[in-house]
């Protein structure tokens, strides 16, 4: 009798111990890990951190295929508090894009489940003292990033923003009296042509570069190819006309640009090394202001002409070394003229570049340089990237200007008055 009790006491202490180890294994940090990380590893759908990365780093580059190894390489480098596990950088990294509320809710979705997934799991780890205490792993061993912090900054979104705004968004003026979403010339070609010539978004430079790099216009494989490129350069028949020679200002910007996107999204930017050089370029400012060279020497028909304006220096005596304004354009040989809107110039930061993000640009009547060159041999058109320099320098003359608004108000200067 008494065997028989202690019998069923054991057997069901037994039973009590199965059931504890069945709960525990509920939540053991490998358990916890092959249901809630694991899915993430493996799901072919890009992480939250594709919201603002657009290249270089994935939440997957930091989870390995096993649970242990997994934790010891996040834990050694640095993105786990074990102390406190809430304060983890991993979380911090994941937590980061609830600060743009206005993105795409996929990425709320995707965000949330990784936070769950890793807040769990990595307290789970955190409690579980021979995980916590296991030894360095081998650096080799660890999961990262395949590239080095530089080309993660430089695929960030707000990076790409910010030479969207320099590149295109400052030449937007060339196009977008046709192409900006709800104006009235844009509802007519709409009814035309399609949603497709809405492509300068009402919201602005990041509503609309999101569309773009949503779109179709650019062309990752061969950027050369793309649309944005070949229809204002009309090489693909553009209702809107020529807009571009090749190489022109606007041609390089745009160009630059898409080049730029088409590497980050096709993963060429590996090293530091193949990063563009970074060019210290004034903010430019695209404006209504019209400036016409007529009469143009016979030498100059057809061939690219660029102007630079430059300013009077302060004390009065010379001429500012850097144009406060540009524009580049193919001279009418036929008609002997040439005419362009202006960009204007400022130093990135300074009063002027303030006043005129918060204002119209524009510039203050007076006495300006004007300095022209031409492609004579068509270079450009070989070489894009090409700058015009000193050596395609072929004259310049001094002006009176109001810098009036509006094509019917053009500043004008005489192509015979032009000297070297
Ligand atoms: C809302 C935008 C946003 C989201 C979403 C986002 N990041 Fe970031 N990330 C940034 C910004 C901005 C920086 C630069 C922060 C700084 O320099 O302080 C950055 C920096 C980084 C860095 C450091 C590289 C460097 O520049 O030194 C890493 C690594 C990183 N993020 C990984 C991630 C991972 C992994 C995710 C997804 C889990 C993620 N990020 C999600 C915006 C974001
Ligand atoms: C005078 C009006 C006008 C101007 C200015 C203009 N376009 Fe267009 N563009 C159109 C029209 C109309 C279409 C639609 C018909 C077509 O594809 O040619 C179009 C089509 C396009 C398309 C193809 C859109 C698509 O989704 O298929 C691109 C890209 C484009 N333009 C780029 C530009 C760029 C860049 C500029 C400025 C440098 C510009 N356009 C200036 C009228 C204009």
Redesign the pocket.
């Known amino acids: 009798m008494r065997h028989a009790v202690a019998a069923l006491i054991a057997s069901s202490l037994t039973l009590f111990a199965d059931f504890a180890v069945l709960a525990a294994e509920k939540t053991t940090p490998e358990a916890m890990f092959e249901q809630r990380i694991m899915p993430i590893f493996k799901s072919p759908n890009p992480?939250?951190?594709v919201?603002?990365?657009l290249a270089g780093?994935?939440?997957k580059?930091?989870i390995l295929p096993s649970a242990e190894k997994t934790f010891r390489s996040m834990r050694d480098q640095g993105l786990i508090d074990l102390k406190s596990p809430a304060d983890s950088k991993?979380l911090k990294?994941?937590e980061?894009?609830?600060?743009?509320p206005k993105?795409p809710a996929i990425?709320a979705n995707n965000?949330k489940a990784?936070l769950e997934a890793f807040t769990a799991w990595i307290k789970a780890c955190a409690a579980d003292k021979t995980l916590s205490e296991s030894p360095k792993l081998a650096e080799a061993e660890q999961a990262k990033?395949p590239v080095p912090?530089?080309v993660?900054?430089h695929a960030?979104?707000?990076r790409l923003l910010e030479s969207f705004e320099r590149n295109i968004w400052a030449m937007r003026f060339r196009c977008m009296n046709c192409h900006t979403e709800g104006t009235p010339a844009n509802d007519k070609y709409r009814k035309q042509f399609g949603d497709r010539v809405a492509w300068v978004r009402k919201g602005g430079s990041g509503e609309t570069m999101n569309f773009l790099l949503e779109s179709k216009l650019i062309d990752v494989k061969t950027p050369e190819n793309s649309l944005l490129i070949q229809k204002p350069l009309n090489a693909v028949k553009h209702e809107g006309g020529l807009k571009f020679a090749v190489g022109d200002q606007a041609h390089k910007s745009f160009r630059q640009w898409v080049e730029d996107v088409a590497a980050i999204k096709s993963n060429a930017y590996q090293k530091v090394a193949d990063l563009p050089p970074v060019v210290k370029s004034p903010r430019a400012f695209g404006t209504e202001l019209w400036l016409k060279v007529g009469n143009t020497p016979p030498a100059w028909g057809d061939k690219l002409l660029q102007v630079d304006v430059h300013a009077r220096t302060a004390d009065g005596k010379g001429w500012e070394k850097t144009p406060i304004a540009s524009t580049d354009r193919i001279v009418f040989g036929k008609g002997s003229m040439w005419q362009h809107t202006l960009t204007l110039f400022a130093e990135p930061g300074s009063d002027l570049a303030k006043k005129w993000a918060n204002g119209k640009p524009f510039l203050p009547r007076g006495t300006y340089l004007l300095k022209a060159y031409v492609d004579a041999n068509g270079r450009l058109k070989k070489d894009w990237k090409s700058p015009l320099t000193d050596k395609d320098f072929v004259g310049q003359v001094e002006i009176t200007a109001d810098w009036r608004e509006g094509y019917g108000a053009m500043t004008a200067a005489d192509g015979r008055q032009f000297r070297k």
Do not use: F
């Open positions: 992480s939250s951190c919201q603002c990365h780093v994935d939440i580059n930091y991993i990294l994941i980061m894009g609830q600060k743009d993105a990425h965000r990784e990033p912090d530089a993660i900054r960030r979104k707000d």
